[in-house]
């Protein structure tokens, strides 16, 4: 049953620490978005990769925020210096573009900045 | 700007009933739309995906179908159950980049 993951699931830290997420992309799927869920703005996508190359980051803040793909099973994004406003959940998703292009969502990090 | 909206954003009926959310969109130049049920604390789940070029698809107790030219996508669930309780969200993907539009969600609940 293949699955995007997404560690950690739950993440509580004091402002002004680093943080970063990691993602595990479905095998074969060679897009991955990210995305960030608050009950104010909804779903948001801060940035995605196609191939490991970032293709739009457009919807992330640049100056605390910065999201790679070290390899093809890994992406990764950090929040440094972290601050109370970046509280939400994180989510990641994975795509095969061969196969209709349809979205499929990690379980989401659960971030809170005290 | 493609713009998604969802009505009604709050649903609540009697389990056994058919119901339909409706997800309308104001750019028609999609490749696809794709509807998605999220459970509260819980990521998205894909419930069904429709090419441009279908109408409709079908999975179980779900129907989705798509009108492209009049911006419209409904999703019908057959004898709703407790267990469909969830938020449902509709996304379209443009023709040019990968990025899906969301819309707000309609929160179905199902009374046994």
């Known amino acids: 049953d293949a699955r995007v993951t997404q560690t950690p699931r739950h993440k509580v830290t004091e402002m002004g620490q680093e943080v970063t997420m990691r993602c595990q992309p479905i095998?074969?799927?060679?897009?991955v978005f990210w995305y960030r869920q608050t009950m104010m703005q909804g779903l948001e996508l801060l940035a995605y990769?196609?191939?490991?190359?970032?293709?739009?980051d457009s919807g992330m803040p640049k100056d605390r925020f910065s999201a790679e793909m070290p390899d093809a099973t890994l992406a990764t994004l950090k929040i440094q210096p972290s601050e109370p406003r970046d509280s939400a959940v994180y989510f990641c998703?994975?795509?095969?573009?061969?196969?209709?292009?349809?979205?499929?969502f990690g379980p989401g990090t659960r971030l809170t900045v005290t | 700007k493609q713009e998604v909206t969802q009505i009604p954003a709050a649903l609540s009926v009697p389990e056994g009933e058919n119901l339909v959310l409706n997800c309308s969109f104001t750019?028609?130049?999609?490749?696809?739309l794709q509807w998605f049920r999220q459970d509260p604390g819980k990521g998205l789940t894909s419930l069904l995906l429709?090419?441009?070029?279908?109408r409709e698809q079908t999975s179980g107790r779900l129907n989705a179908s798509l009108d492209k030219s009049s911006g419209r996508s409904t999703l019908y669930i057959a004898a709703s159950q407790p267990g469909d309780s969830a938020t449902y969200l509709c996304?379209?993907?443009?023709?040019?980049?990968?990025?899906?539009?969301f819309g707000e969600g309609t929160q179905l609940t199902v009374n046994p």
């Open positions: 095998l074969g799927h060679n897009t």
């Open positions: 990769f196609r191939n490991r190359a970032p293709l739009d």
């Open positions: 750019d028609s130049a999609i490749y696809n």
């Open positions: 429709i090419q441009s070029s279908q």
């Open positions: 996304a379209v993907r443009g023709t040019s980049g990968s990025r899906l539009t």
């Open positions: 998703a994975s795509v095969n573009p061969g196969l209709g292009y349809e979205q499929y």
